[in-house]
């Protein structure tokens, strides 16, 4: 069996400490420190599966994103980057995200099973979006999934 995502990142945050790549080192030390979090939060300790660790993994990338975005409008460059840095390098441990070619034949062939299914027009969002997430992944935009079905209902209906 291949290591896990978490095991993968611990090997390379050894790596970035030898390194003294102060970018890689910071942006894992953030996601191991969110993942022991997520495994520790319930009334248990828990070990996440590859699948909850990705969606860790993306949250943080969606973190930074956002933080890069915000020091953009701040008018702060410097920080950008290294925003921008951080989240490429978790980004490396996510699988390929969906083409928009992709995504709009899942969102239509949900659709079109919603239908099958007696669902019509906005009343099948809720089923639709669930289906197209569970199909797209941990790492998938929920809200972009969610703004592309409605308008794809809105049309259809």
Same mark, same amino acid.
Request: aromatic content about 2%; overall charge negative; charged content about 25%.
């Given at each position: 069996?291949?290591?896990?995502?978490?095991?993968?990142?611990?090997?390379?945050?050894?790596?970035?400490?030898?390194?003294?790549?102060?970018?890689?080192?910071?942006?894992?030390?953030?996601?191991? /420190?969110? =993942?022991?979090? &997520? +495994?520790?939060? %319930?009334?248990?300790?828990?070990?996440?599966?590859?699948?909850? @660790?990705? !969606? $860790?993994?993306?949250?943080?990338?969606?973190?930074?994103?956002?933080?890069?975005?915000?020091?953009?409008?701040?008018?702060?460059?410097?920080?950008?980057?290294?925003?921008?840095?951080?989240?490429?390098?978790?980004?490396?441990?996510?699988?390929?995200?969906?083409?928009?070619?992709?995504?709009?034949?899942?969102?239509? /062939?949900? =659709?079109?099973? &919603? +239908?099958?299914? %007696?669902?019509?027009?906005?009343?099948?969002?809720?089923?639709? @979006?669930? !289906? $197209?997430?569970?199909?797209?992944?941990?790492?998938?935009?929920?809200?972009?999934?969610?703004?592309?079905?409605?308008?794809?209902?809105?049309?259809?209906?």
């Amino acid at each position: 069996m291949s290591d896990s995502v978490k095991t993968r990142m611990q090997t390379a945050l050894t790596a970035a400490m030898k390194a003294r790549d102060e970018v890689a080192l910071s942006s894992l030390r953030q996601a191991l /420190a969110a =993942i022991s979090v &997520a +495994e520790t939060a %319930g009334s248990e300790q828990v070990v996440l599966d590859d699948a909850q @660790v990705l !969606a $860790v993994v993306a949250v943080e990338v969606r973190k930074h994103h956002e933080t890069a975005d915000a020091f953009v409008t701040a008018g702060r460059p410097e920080k950008v980057e290294r925003e921008r840095a951080e989240a490429a390098v978790l980004e490396a441990y996510l699988p390929a995200t969906l083409s928009e070619e992709e995504l709009d034949g899942i969102i239509a /062939a949900e =659709i079109a099973a &919603a +239908e099958a299914d %007696g669902a019509a027009g906005m009343k099948a969002m809720g089923k639709v @979006v669930a !289906a $197209v997430r569970a199909k797209a992944g941990p790492t998938a935009d929920g809200a972009a999934i969610a703004n592309k079905v409605k308008a794809a209902l809105s049309a259809h209906g």
